[in-house]
């Protein structure tokens, strides 16, 4: 119960984190074409930790909630680094996504936590 909670949770707060993604990559993709491609990239990766969090909720294994969740994981860290890049080449400052920047950072902590509860967990599916 305490994992279902959990990846509720985090959820929740991936989709507030995907819904600031796409407000600022829309601002991003009126600034020029080398803005927009990394836009495009921090779209998808931005938005794709809540899609993977939230099908992870409907995992019918605990190998599948956790492919899942390692997925949401990954995307976490692209998310990181896309922010990072537009930081370094001006696109943004750090200042302008400095939230993003931080929510992604607890986002990752979070989805490690709930894939080690996971992992150790004797759940073994039926979220």
């Known amino acids: 119960i305490a994992l279902v909670m959990e990846s509720r949770i985090i959820s929740e707060r991936a989709f507030g984190f995907a819904c600031r993604i796409v407000k600022l990559c829309e601002r991003w993709w009126e600034k ?3 803005s927009r491609k990394i836009a495009d990239q921090l779209f998808d990766s931005g ?3 809540g899609a993977n969090v939230a099908e992870s909720q409907g995992g019918q294994t605990k190998p599948d909630f956790l492919a899942k969740m390692a997925i949401a994981r990954k995307e976490s860290w692209e998310t990181i680094y896309w922010l990072k890049l537009a930081v370094a080449t ?3 400052t750090k200042d302008e996504v400095a939230w993003e920047l931080d929510e992604a950072q607890q986002l990752k902590a979070m989805i490690t936590a709930a894939i080690k509860t996971g992992q150790s967990s004797s759940w073994r599916g039926g979220v």
């Open 32 to 34: 020029g074409w080398v």
């Open 47 to 49: 938005t794709s930790i």
């Open 90 to 92: 001006s696109i943004t």
